[in-house]
């Protein structure tokens, strides 16, 4: 069996996910809200963070965030959409595609595409500073939903995943909308996010004392190698049926 494909890291780093997009005031204080309040909003959830901790920590008037969001469930539903928008940009290969596109693959080109996908999302979830803050913020919305989960949902996640698992039928022979192709996908997803929300355990158990570029690659290496076994395992599966 031929070795993983392993994608080359970025060779520059990302901007912050609320990168001031300008110069004036106006402009500064939205993103210095935007990022406590996703800190905070991870840290914290929804409830327990207040307007005011998220003024203090940003160092802009409380006023601010009425002025720019209309209130703190404007301003949560606004780092959701910031996040959407991020992660869409730093993973343009993961574009949605004309579902056409991906149906007119062949197996190989639709599994070798799974994995430059995968990679590429490990990467980033592992090796980008700034996406702790964004993990934590999502895993909240998926631990305990509120409205903002929709924007989430619909404008990053589903898209997304419905393109893997097209990927994976095209792969496998199977069906795309298939529970077996479903969890499946996302089984494998759970892989790359153990290393991310079962960080201290990770680390404990492998003795590093961080998940640094070389140990990244170390992760990346191993989750193909599982794409793979899954892939043969699940070829092997449709054909039976």
């Given at each position: 069996?031929?070795?993983?494909?392993?994608?080359?890291?970025p060779s520059s780093p990302d901007a912050s996910p609320f990168a001031e997009p300008g110069t004036s005031a106006g402009e500064k204080t939205r993103a210095a809200?935007?990022?406590?309040?996703?800190?905070?909003?991870?840290?914290?959830?929804?409830?327990?963070?207040?307007?005011?901790?998220?003024?203090?920590?940003?160092?802009v008037n409380i006023a601010g965030i009425a002025y720019h969001f209309g209130g703190k469930a404007g301003l949560h539903r606004a780092c959701a959409e910031a996040?959407?928008?991020?992660?869409?940009?730093?993973?343009?290969?993961?574009?949605?595609?004309?579902?056409?596109?991906?149906?007119?693959?062949?197996?190989?080109?639709?599994?070798?595409?799974?994995?430059?996908?995968?990679?590429?999302?490990?990467?980033?979830?592992?090796?980008?500073?700034?996406?702790?803050?964004?993990?934590?913020?999502?895993?909240?919305?998926?631990?305990?939903?509120?409205?903002?989960?929709?924007?989430?949902?619909?404008?990053?996640?589903?898209?997304?995943?419905?393109?893997?698992?097209?990927?994976?039928?095209?792969?496998?022979?199977?069906?795309?909308?298939?529970?077996?192709?479903?969890?499946?996908?996302?089984?494998?997803?759970?892989?790359?996010?153990?290393?991310?929300?079962?960080?201290?355990?990770?680390?404990?158990?492998?003795?590093?004392?961080?998940?640094?570029?070389?140990?990244?690659?170390t992760i990346v290496v191993r989750i193909l190698v599982a794409i793979r076994a899954t892939l043969a395992a699940s070829r092997r599966e449709a054909v039976a049926?």
């Open positions: 069996m031929t070795a993983p494909t392993v994608l080359p890291p809200l935007l990022r406590s309040a996703l800190d905070l909003f991870g840290r914290k959830g929804y409830d327990a963070t207040s307007t005011r901790d998220i003024a203090g920590a940003a160092g996040v959407a928008a991020f992660i869409a940009e730093r993973l343009g290969e993961l574009a949605v595609t004309d579902s056409a596109a991906d149906e007119r693959l062949d197996a190989d080109a639709a599994a070798a595409i799974f994995e430059e996908l995968f990679a590429a999302i490990a990467r980033f979830m592992l090796a980008r500073p700034e996406a702790e803050s964004i993990a934590r913020f999502m895993v909240r919305e998926q631990m305990d939903p509120s409205p903002t989960f929709e924007v989430l949902y619909e404008a990053l996640i589903r898209p997304r995943h419905e393109r893997m698992c097209r990927l994976w039928a095209r792969a496998t022979g199977d069906e795309p909308t298939s529970e077996r192709v479903v969890i499946t996908v996302s089984a494998l997803f759970g892989q790359i996010m153990f290393f991310r929300v079962g960080r201290a355990t990770a680390l404990r158990r492998l003795g590093w004392a961080t998940i640094d570029t070389d140990n990244v690659e049926s």
